[in-house]
């Protein structure tokens, strides 16, 4: 399967905005995906059809035109559910993708936010806060670069506990997770991508690592019982969810009595025009889907967290910048840890 995206310079690439989505082909725009379940027309020819705008150099190029929005609630979640729906087939076709072509970095389709070669990568995690160390002690494959942070700094991670990360990926959180807490520990991955679960297993066993199970599922109905986990990891997946609030309640509950939240993902500090928040390529790139600070503190209490603490960090506009080097993302989002606890009554 095959998804068409807005590419670096703002154009569609393949041209799949001009009018529903075809059947197999995810929605390159929120638009779009209302429309291919409707059946109506979302514009002309891209690039001076009617109902399309034209590309501005240095300009965010919309694939969506002039059309309204889609809903969203007031927390910032994707209202309709047959968009929620396009959006995760575009996010799993997005990292099917990646996982089968070894590529690597978050970001829009082509992003050069990371080379080919393991220098490149270890650079890359450097720049979001792990250690050479770190870097180097995983299977081949497992660190794609696709993090805004890194989760073990504020995890604290204790020999003995269980471990959940959402969104695995090819496994780099888990695996690191897993030498914290030892061979008296357990490690749970889920990651709704079948190649990307299929290559952290693959990872896995060339570690030989057997406290670490990687389990398909989407992080907003999580396969895994109830008071589970000491701990819930995450690393730049959580802003992909068209459902954020349901993955914070599906968090609450897999976590034991007085169990912790310990995430790094992209945070919106300022409201992203409608320019930004309807282009797919972003959104799957972790950047057009990220809430508001307030926004996420919200949902959190929702879903009856306590000791809430997000706290952006502005020198990771330093890499999200290259993410998407035609857009002014960095003067809307920043990535952020996110901290909270679960009552232990």
Known sequence: MNTQLIDRSGQVAGGCCGGPAPEGVAACCVKDAEAKVGGAKVGGEVGGGSGSAPHKEGTLSSCCGESSPASKDPRGNVASQVTRDEIRQAVRTQYSQVAESDGCGCGTAGSACCGSTGTDLNTLSQA?????????????????????????????????????????????????????????????????????????RANAAKGSYRNVEFRLGEIESLPIADATADAIISNCVINLSPDKQRVFSESYRVLKPGGRLAIVDIVAFAEPPEEIRQDMALFTGCMAGASLVEEIETMLQTA??????????????????????????????????????????
Do not use: H
């Open 304 to 345: 009856g967290f306590q000791e809430i603490r997000v706290s952006p960090k502005g020198e990771s506009k330093s890499f999200i910048r290259d993410w998407a080097p035609n857009a002014p993302i960095t003067d809307y989002v920043v990535s952020a840890t996110i901290e909270a606890v679960k009552p232990a009554t």
């Open 128 to 200: 979001l806060g792990y250690s050479p160390s770190e870097a180097s002690s995983v299977p081949a494959g497992a660190n794609m670069g696709l993090g805004c942070g890194n989760p073990q700094v504020i995890a604290s991670l204790q020999p003995g506990e269980t471990v959940v990360d959402l969104g695995s990926g090819g496994g780099f959180d888990c695996f690191l997770a897993s030498r914290q807490v030892g061979d008296t520990g357990r490690v749970i991955g889920v990651d709704m991508t079948p190649a990307m679960v299929s290559k952290a």
